[in-house]
Every structure is written in structure tokens, then in C-alpha cells.
């Protein structure tokens, strides 16, 4: 079984900065891709950034130069260093790990992030 743990969530000004990580432990393959997901009251869950094991990366219209996705393999962790964020972020934050061997998805239990003006 995989497990995700986040951290790294919490209240932060507008044009403040914050850095979401995410270690991943259990059986997981080689070839995989963990990305963020954000999910704001009422809405639906929507993807914010993902990076293959290869480096590889994938981000959201609304955070690219803002936001910036990476990982340590050696680790299985992922992070999101958020910068100039906006009240629009603030949402749930959970992460996400694809094993594309498996074809199994799994998910983290998610961190608060909120932006105050």
C-alpha cells in the first residue's frame, strides 16, 4: 500500500510565499508521476502542477510563473514552492502519485493553504 503525507499548508498574506511538501512511502514503481491537486469549497478538484519521474513537468494556466513543481526520486518526495500567491489559491492542497506501471492512483489526505489580503 502507498501512502502520501503533506506538509507545509497554512496561512500566508497575499504576495507571500509557501512550500508544500509530500513523501511518499510503500511499494511504488520506478516510473511514476506525483503532481498537486487543489480543491476550494464547493468546487471540483483540479489539478496545479505534476512532474514525471524523468522531470518532466505540467502546470495549471493560473499558477505557471508563479508556481514551481519538483522532486527528489531518492526520497519519493514532491514539492510545491508557491510564490506571490493570491487569495484565489486558497484551497485544499493534496497530492497526487500516478504509478504508471500499475495504472493505480493514489492520494494524500490533503493540507490547507489560506491566502489573506
Known amino acids: 500500500q502507498v501512502q502520501l503525507v503533506e506538509s507545509g499548508g497554512g496561512l500566508v498574506q497575499a504576495g507571500g510565499s509557501l512550500r508544500l511538501s509530500c513523501a511518499a512511502s510503500g511499494s511504488i514503481s520506478s516510473s511514476n508521476t506525483m503532481g498537486w491537486y487543489l480543491q476550494a469549497p464547493g468546487k471540483q478538484r483540479d489539478l496545479v502542477a505534476s512532474?514525471?519521474?524523468?522531470?518532466?513537468?505540467n502546470y495549471a494556466d493560473s499558477v505557471r510563473g508563479r508556481f514551481t513543481i519538483s522532486r527528489d526520486n531518492a526520497k519519493n518526495t514532491v514539492y510545491l514552492q508557491m510564490n506571490s500567491l493570491k487569495r484565489e489559491d486558497t484551497a485544499v492542497y493534496y497530492c497526487?502519485?500516478?504509478?504508471?506501471?500499475?495504472?493505480?492512483?493514489?492520494w494524500g489526505r490533503g493540507t490547507q493553504v489560506t491566502v489573506s489580503s
Open positions: 512532474i514525471t519521474n524523468a522531470g518532466s513537468t
Open positions: 497526487n502519485l500516478l504509478d504508471r506501471v500499475l495504472l493505480r492512483n493514489y
